[in-house]
């Protein structure tokens, strides 16, 4: 069973810093693609970020885009979420998620990587940021 599993959210104040864990199990690390979401409250789930595992490469939605950093622990089949200078509108819940390919275009929220997800999205964690 393909599984990943999202932790290390909290309460952060604006402007700070948090750094999430995906632990992925149930397929081959490198072959795929693992990409992070959210759903912030009465919103629709949107795709922030997706990552090639095979190459490394991650394309960030506008939203995140330099504000958010990918990092990958490929021995231990995890991959890291570096939330900086996070923003009120950032308060989610996150997921990480299994994805076949990050494909060419994210589409509007993620939409394209939404699409492509496999497996159980799992409980996620909670990301609350205070202004």
């Known amino acids: 069973e393909v599984q990943l599993q999202a932790s290390g959210g909290g309460l952060v104040q604006a402007g700070g810093s948090l750094r999430l864990s995906c632990a992925a199990s149930?397929?081959?690390?490198?072959?795929?693609?693992i990409g992070w979401f959210r759903q912030a409250p009465g919103k629709e789930r949107e795709g922030i970020s997706c990552?090639?595992?095979?190459?490394?490469?991650?394309a960030y939605a506008d939203s995140v885009k330099g504000r958010f950093t990918i990092s990958s622990d490929n021995a231990n089949d995890i991959l890291y979420l570096q939330m900086n200078s996070l923003k009120p509108e950032d308060t989610a819940i996150y997921y990480c998620?299994?994805?076949?390919?990050?494909?060419?275009?994210?589409?509007?929220?993620?939409?394209?990587?939404?699409?492509?997800?496999?497996?159980?999205w799992g409980q996620g964690t909670l990301v609350t940021v205070s202004s």
């Open positions: 990552t090639n595992l095979n190459d490394g490469r991650t």
């Open positions: 149930g397929f081959t690390f490198d072959d795929y693609a």
């Open positions: 998620a299994a994805v076949f390919d990050c494909g060419r275009r994210a589409g509007p929220y993620g939409s394209s990587w939404l699409r492509r997800v496999f497996g159980s």
